[in-house]
């Protein structure tokens, strides 16, 4: 049987690479994108070595920047068709202090660029390059789109871009249905052991976010990666242009 390939954003750390050594496990050949190629390399050594066979193929690009998403498209689409493309690519953006208008702004768009313009560039350059029928796509979101809040420093424009997500694929998930392609959106609630929050992390800001689920503890990469391999499998093709919360009971019924 021809080997499957799979694409995940953002696959060199934390969620990214659970989704990717959960997809190389299950047999794909996985393309992990990023933008430091040392960060992707480690993660494709470690990968490899726990499935026992090379699987992973590592693109270094910054998938804010068109010139090089069209070029990342292009290796990929060398590799053959893609059968799941997950949009995992993220960041929370900390809120400048000087409540300047101009950085607002900036960290605004910055923002939009990272969580949503990211996931918009990568699936249009691959767009013509998914399994029909048969392809899966997924995008990771974020519970902060269906309740506010982030990061310790993150004010409204990281729940705001991963939202803008939302509505975008719902719109693919119509585009594609009739080419057998489904579409769905992930939204993690708090998963620990990931860069996300960077210095921003503490110890008070993660027993808050335990305290808030129903089940008592943090999310794990693993746990994320587990959905996205049903997501992703032939076994998913009726479930398609859902919002589906993986957060612990953090959010209710959304
Ligand atoms: N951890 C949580 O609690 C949580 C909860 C809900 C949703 N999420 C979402 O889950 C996803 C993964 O986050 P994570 O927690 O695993 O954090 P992470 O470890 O920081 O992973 C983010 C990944 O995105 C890549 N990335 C960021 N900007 C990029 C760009 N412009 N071009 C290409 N790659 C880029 C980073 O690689 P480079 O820096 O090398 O580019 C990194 O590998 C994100 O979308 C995040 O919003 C996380």
Known sequence: MQQRVAVVSGGGTGIG???????????????IL????????RARAEIDRAVGTPRVVPIAADLTVPSQVNDAAHAIADIGPVDALVNNAGAVIT??????????????????????LTAVLLTTALLDHLRRPGGRLVVISSAAAQRGGAGPHSAGSYAA????????????ARQLGPDGITVNVLAP????????????WTPEFHASKIADTLVGRAGTPEDVATAVSYLTSP????????????????????
């Open 95 to 116: 809120q400048p202090a000087d409540g300047s208008l101009d950085a607002l702004a900036n960290a605004w768009r910055r923002d939009l660029d990272t969580n949503l």
């Open 189 to 200: 609630g708090y998963v620990s052991d990931t860069e996300i929050f960077g210095a921003d």
């Open 34 to 41: 990023g933008r430091r190629i040392d960060v992707l390399e």
């Open 161 to 172: 871009a991963k939202a803008a997500l939302h509505g975008w694929a719902f719109g693919l």
């Open 235 to 254: 076994a998913a093709g009726y479930l398609t242009g859902q919002v589906i919360g993986l957060n612990g009971g953090a959010v209710l019924g959304r």
């Open 17 to 31: 690479k659970a989704i990717a050594r959960e997809l190389a496990a299950a047999g794909n050949r996985v393309v």
